[in-house]
Structures are given as structure tokens and as C-alpha cells.
């Protein structure tokens, strides 16, 4: 009988999760897609639902921090940084988003340093 | 028969919360290709000149005999024309064996502008490569802290880089002249550990192990290249 009641309600647990899918206006719907395709490597679809899900919740931080990894993977630097500033400000003590942007921002920095200028370079 | 069926029934479980887990988020690692833009903006086609390397030899060097084999600054000569030939598009020369360096001063070599210049107009070439290498046995080990301070937000970062124990250390500063004016356009220096199985390992195979870790840096002075980077994306 304990035992029934236990699957049942594992059941339902993992029911519950998986019909966030069938609710495209969440937020936390579009993360989950995007973080979907994203895996697949399909950044630019990633991107899109990430924005989706910052339209939908500007305040929140995994949002606005998977779309910086998207728009970083996308080559759209500038804008990657601006979010993970603002996934940041938002949630200033998240371990995860501050190691990303920690990492971005040493990749960053290398990217727009350019040394030097040869005589005849264009 | 009791137990049977309660073992079963833990099993079921273990599934379910498996199968639940991923469903109910958190976070995941990915792995993104980043470009590198080159270090040097250049045309592409530049001629090049690659001239000797200072070679720094260490003290102890004498007691690792096996290192006296290894003729360094022919083996990375030969692996830098190989790369840039292979890789890009540039006309790769060597300087003329009479080509001598004027110091064995890392500094003072870089400030030799009317030495390059003189290479430059000897040899025809737009850049000239030199520097100094260094390839020694390195006998550490420890986790050692790295300070690194983002310019972008001005906060200190703190990195933590684990030295082996035993291993070859290939240390190369790169200095890329002009090849019309003699002057410096870019020093960088590139370094790289690997740590070997055994103090028997062959240091020709250490040697080679240090340059193909390098390559893509080396490589990145002159042509856009790309490297893996890892990032955190939340599941929900």
C-alpha cells in the first residue's frame, strides 16, 4: 500500500515537470526548450527562446545568464557581456553565473586586445 | 517475500527520482567554440622572417645531461616554418646563417630597431620572428594561486593552477619586428608543462608534447584560430 502511494507520487512529480513543455508563456518553458536545443548545439534557437524568457521575466538571472552563454556561443559578444552584467545584478551571489562571466570576461578581454600594427598591415 | 517486494520497490524509486531529476531542472556545463582573433592584424600574405632565438640556459641544466642532446632552436625553427607553412598563408624565410643576434638580452634585443630594420631590408621580409626559449626539467608540485584582474569590471579574480610534479617546461617569448622600421610590434610569451611518467621519458617527445600544446597560441599571434570554452546554463 506505502509503496503504491510512493510511486504515484514520483509519478506525479515527474508528470508535473514534464508538462511544463505544454505551457509556452513561462518563463521557466522557454529555458527548458532553449537549454534543450542548446545541448543540440543550435545556439541561434537557444538565443531566441532565452529572449523569449527575459521578455516574459526581465528579473530573472538564469534567464538573462543562459542567454549570454547563447549570444557568447553566437559570436554577439557585446550584447553576451550586457547580460551577464544584468544576470549578475540580479542575482549577485549565484556561483554559477559569476564563474561564467568570470570566464567571459577573461575571454573578452583577450578578444579585444589587439597588439601592435605592422608597417604595411592594412 | 516482504523484503523481495520492499527491494523492489526501493528500485522503483531509484528510477523514478533518476528519471525525475533532470526533469525538475538545475544546472547543466556546455561547451562553446570561441574565435581567437589573430594578436596581429595583418594582410595575410606578409613575408616572414624567422630569425634565432636567445636560448636561456638554466644552471642546473648540467645535471640533466639528457637535455644536451636536444638542439632546441633547430627543432623549434623547424616546427615554426612547418606551422606557419602549413597554416597560413605567409611567405616563411630563414635568415641567413651569418645573421648573428647583436645581444643575449631579451630587452635589449627588442630594442635593437636598426639590427631588425637591417634583417628586414637583408632579407626582403615584412616581419621578422625572434625571441628567447627556454627547455628545461621542472621538478615542483602544489597547488599555486593566480591573481587575475578582470579590466572589464576592475574585481580580482583568483585562479587556482596545479603544477605536477616532473616534468619538461618549454618557455618562449615571442618577438614579431618590423621588418622596415626595426621596430618591436608585439612580445608575448608562451608557456607550457607536461608532466612525463617516468624521469626516462624521452625529451625530444617532452619537447614535441610542449610545441603542439602551444601551437594554436603560437599560431593565434598571426591567424584567427578558435578553442573550447565551457559555460553553466540553468535547465529551467
Same mark, same amino acid.
Request: hydrophobic residues 30%; glycine residues 4%; charged residues 30%.
Given at each position: 500500500m506505502k509503496l503504491d502511494r510512493i510511486v504515484v507520487l514520483c509519478l506525479l512529480i515527474v508528470a508535473g515537470a514534464c508538462t511544463s513543455y505544454s505551457q509556452p508563456e513561462k518563463a521557466s518553458t522557454q529555458i527548458a526548450f532553449g /537549454?534543450?536545443?542548446?545541448?543540440?548545439?543550435?545556439? @541561434?534557437?537557444?538565443?531566441? @527562446?532565452?529572449?523569449?524568457?527575459?521578455?516574459?521575466?526581465?528579473?530573472?538571472?538564469?534567464?538573462?545568464?543562459?542567454?549570454?552563454?547563447?549570444l557568447e556561443a553566437s559570436g554577439d559578444f557585446a550584447r553576451a557581456l550586457a547580460e551577464y552584467k544584468r544576470a549578475l545584478?540580479?542575482?549577485? #551571489? #549565484?556561483?554559477?553565473? @559569476?564563474? #561564467?562571466? =568570470?570566464?567571459?570576461?577573461?575571454?573578452?578581454? =583577450?578578444? /579585444?586586445?589587439?597588439?601592435?600594427?605592422?608597417?604595411?598591415?592594412? | 517475500m516482504l523484503r523481495k517486494a520492499a527491494r523492489r520497490a526501493a528500485a522503483a524509486l531509484v528510477v523514478l527520482l533518476v528519471a525525475a531529476v533532470p526533469a525538475l531542472g538545475g544546472v547543466d556545463q556546455v561547451k562553446l567554440r570561441l574565435p581567437l582573433k589573430p594578436k596581429l592584424p595583418l594582410r595575410g600574405n606578409e613575408r616572414i622572417a624567422l630569425a634565432p632565438f636567445i636560448l636561456v /640556459?638554466?644552471?642546473?641544466? =648540467?645535471?640533466?645531461?639528457?637535455?644536451?642532446?636536444?638542439?632546441?632552436?633547430?627543432?623549434?625553427?623547424?616546427? %615554426?616554418?612547418?606551422? %606557419?607553412?602549413?597554416?597560413?598563408?605567409?611567405?616563411?624565410?630563414? /635568415?641567413?646563417?651569418?645573421?648573428?643576434?647583436?645581444?643575449? #638580452?631579451?630587452a635589449d634585443l627588442a630594442r635593437a630597431q636598426e639590427f631588425w630594420a637591417a634583417v628586414g631590408t637583408q632579407t626582403s621580409a615584412e616581419l621578422v620572428v625572434s625571441g628567447s626559449l627556454e627547455f628545461r626539467v621542472e621538478d615542483r608540485s602544489g597547488y599555486k594561486t593566480e591573481e587575475y584582474q578582470s579590466p572589464i569590471d576592475g574585481r580580482t579574480y583568483y585562479r587556482q593552477v596545479y603544477v605536477e610534479q616532473t616534468g619538461f617546461v618549454f618557455d618562449i617569448v615571442f618577438l614579431v619586428l618590423d621588418g622596415r622600421t626595426g621596430e618591436k610590434? %608585439?612580445? +608575448?610569451?608562451?608557456?607550457?608543462?607536461?608532466?612525463?611518467?617516468? @624521469?626516462?621519458? +624521452?625529451? %625530444?617527445?617532452?619537447?614535441?608534447?610542449n610545441l603542439f600544446s602551444l601551437e594554436n597560441q603560437i599560431l593565434n599571434t598571426f591567424v584567427p584560430r578558435d578553442r573550447e570554452a565551457e559555460r553553466y546554463i540553468f535547465t529551467d
Open positions: /537549454t534543450k536545443v542548446a545541448k543540440q548545439g543550435l545556439w @541561434r534557437e537557444a538565443a531566441f @527562446r532565452y529572449e523569449q524568457a527575459v521578455t516574459k521575466a526581465p528579473d530573472n538571472a538564469r534567464a538573462h545568464n543562459n542567454l549570454a552563454v547563447a545584478e540580479i542575482d549577485p #551571489n #549565484n556561483n554559477y553565473i @559569476r564563474r #561564467n562571466y =568570470a570566464r567571459f570576461a577573461e575571454f573578452y578581454t =583577450a578578444y /579585444t586586445k589587439t597588439t601592435g600594427k605592422a608597417s604595411g598591415a592594412p | /640556459t638554466d644552471p642546473e641544466k =648540467a645535471r640533466d645531461k639528457r637535455l644536451q642532446n636536444v638542439d632546441v632552436q633547430a627543432e623549434f625553427h623547424r616546427f %615554426l616554418k612547418k606551422q %606557419l607553412e602549413k597554416k597560413t598563408k605567409f611567405d616563411v624565410i630563414e /635568415t641567413p646563417p651569418d645573421v648573428k643576434l647583436p645581444t643575449q #638580452n631579451l610590434l %608585439l612580445q +608575448d610569451e608562451f608557456k607550457d608543462f607536461r608532466q612525463t611518467g617516468s @624521469r626516462q621519458r +624521452d625529451e %625530444l617527445q617532452g619537447l614535441f608534447e
